[in-house]
């Protein structure tokens, strides 16, 4: 761990309550210090510039930046946050605002800046941009997934956290070394993107606590209750809901934590033009995105619509994909094509989980159960006078424990978990105990864990891997 990291971690434990009461003052005014404020339908956010912080907002009747070193709330005075871990980076917050141009001239000069410093896969840098933009407005939407970058040590996590993460709102930089309590109390005081950097944490009290935050985070309105140590009848309630950006050498144990990450299994880079420090020239770049991305905030906040990309289809996407894009849906509502580019990563994500799911214990039983109930396939029957109409599989769990190495008692609470069952069933007048299935059910579970050719997807023409309306040209020359 760089010493940074390490005086970012020490901070993160010395914080207390995040967003404290406002305190009363002898005049019987109250302060409040928080990082956004939002007064008459205006969001202003707080910048940092030589170590001093201010608030920005953008007015929209005189199209124009305002700047202000507190704000007014009826007799509460709001004031920046202040502290050693703006001075020192553990939050980077944008020094100014400044003109953004279009959404897709962003993006491409974000998909741009990934690009020189960084090598991923053409689809994930363009994704990535997308999510570093979405992240900027995560807080009109209800959901948002998870970036997750995937691999052994030495193949560029750790720099693929400082590129992208360092483009998210307010991102609020953390390792595997940080507890779960202070990561609960950074995002509850700054409400920006956690940066989670080595996040298989090896105490299983704390890998559970960290699951738990990640399965609540991504929807809104889930906070993690905890009861203090001192006082065990006194709870405390911290926001989860936020972007989060980070590193795993391998994958969770949990699948609907793996759902909602859109993750890029890295590999030792091969590239020789990508520097390898991170230099002033790119920090000057990235200060200069965030002056934009700040400006596309302040200017899109007021106008997002949630509920924008309803009407965009996602055939053949599963639901919880869905929900996890719905948030993506709304920001490229207006921008048909590369919601298509979208759905078209979408569905390369969605046959990379079905792949996964094939290697579990369910997948293998769903593999060895299909072809029963396939016509002509093996020998398949079906009992008229089923009343609930259930597909009747010629198979015994027995059967099915020879064939998948799955224990018959197993098989039984597998199928159980599945939503399929077993009944007795009289064949040539003999009782057997066969399993049986809803038809629609055993698709839906065909689907969901068995990949097919017709799941496959097409890819972007490799010299254009870049949103609609711009031609993506990789920048050889980068200052050393």
Same mark, same amino acid.
């Given at each position: ?99 953004? *141009? ?53 193949? +560029? ?7 992208? *993460? ?19 109390? =950074? ?90 420090? =991170? ?9 200069? =995105?965030?002056?934009? /991305? ?17 009407? =965009?289809?996602?055939? +053949?996407?599963?639901?919880? /994909? ?48 299909? @072809? ?20 009747? /599989? ?56 068995? @990949? ?29």
């Amino acid at each position: 761990m760089t010493e940074d990291r390490r005086k970012i971690v020490h901070l993160a434990g010395k914080m207390r309550e995040p967003r404290k009461p406002a305190q009363p003052r002898d005049n019987g005014e109250q302060v409040e210090r928080t990082s956004l404020a939002i007064l008459d339908g205006r969001v202003w956010e707080q910048i940092h510039h030589n170590r001093e912080s201010a608030f920005m907002s953008w007015n929209p009747e005189e199209c124009r930046l305002d700047a202000a070193t507190h704000l007014m709330r009826e007799t509460t005075k709001i004031l920046p946050i202040v502290g050693p871990e703006v001075d020192l980076g553990a939050v980077k917050l944008p020094d100014g605002a400044e003109p953004y *141009g279009t959404a897709i001239d962003l993006l491409a000069d974000i998909e741009r800046h990934i690009h020189t410093w960084l090598d991923v896969s053409d689809g994930y840098r363009r994704f990535a941009a997308y999510y570093a933009l979405l992240s900027w407005l995560y807080d009109r939407f209800n959901t948002i997934p998870y970036l997750r970058l995937l691999g052994d040590t030495g193949v +560029g996590k750790s720099r693929a956290l400082d590129v992208i *993460g360092g483009l998210c709102y307010k991102a609020i930089i953390g390792s595997g070394a940080v507890t779960p309590a202070p990561i609960f109390r =950074l995002i509850a005081r700054w409400g920006g993107t956690l940066i989670l950097d080595e996040a298989d944490l090896r105490n299983s009290d704390e890998y559970n606590t960290v699951i738990t935050l990640l399965n609540c985070g991504f929807e809104r309105n889930r906070p993690v209750i905890r009861a203090q140590k001192d006082n065990p009848d006194r709870l405390q309630f911290f926001p989860t809901y936020g972007p989060k950006v980070f590193a795993t050498r391998r994958r969770f144990q949990d699948p609907a934590l793996e759902a909602r990450c859109l993750t890029e299994i890295m590999s030792e880079t091969r590239r020789t033009d990508i520097p390898p420090v =991170l230099n002033r020239a790119f920090h000057d770049t990235e200060a200069a =995105l965030r002056r934009r /991305l700040l400006m596309f905030r302040l200017q899109n906040w007021a106008t997002t619509n949630a509920e924008a990309g309803e009407a =965009l289809r996602f055939d +053949g996407i599963e639901p919880r /994909l869905k929900q996890v894009s719905s948030a993506f849906a709304a920001l490229l509502a207006n921008q048909p094509d590369v919601f298509a580019d979208y759905v078209q990563f979408i569905r390369k994500h969605q046959r990379e989980l079905v792949e996964q799911r094939a290697g579990t214990r369910e997948g293998q039983l769903v593999a060895a159960l299909v @072809p029963y109930a396939v016509p002509g396939a093996v020998e398949t029957l079906e009992v008229p006078d089923t009343e609930d109409g259930l597909l009747v /599989l010629n198979v015994t769990p027995g059967q099915l424990e020879k064939e998948t190495g799955i224990a018959a008692t197993k098989v039984g609470q597998l199928l159980k978990t599945l939503g399929l069952g077993t009944r007795q069933v009289r064949v040539s007048g003999v009782k057997q105990r066969l399993v049986v299935a809803d038809r629609a059910k055993l698709e839906v579970l065909r689907k969901r864990y068995i @990949p097919t050719d017709d799941d496959e997807v097409v890819p972007s023409a490799p010299d254009v891997p870049g949103v609609p309306g711009y031609r993506f040209e990789p920048t050889r020359e980068v200052e050393q």
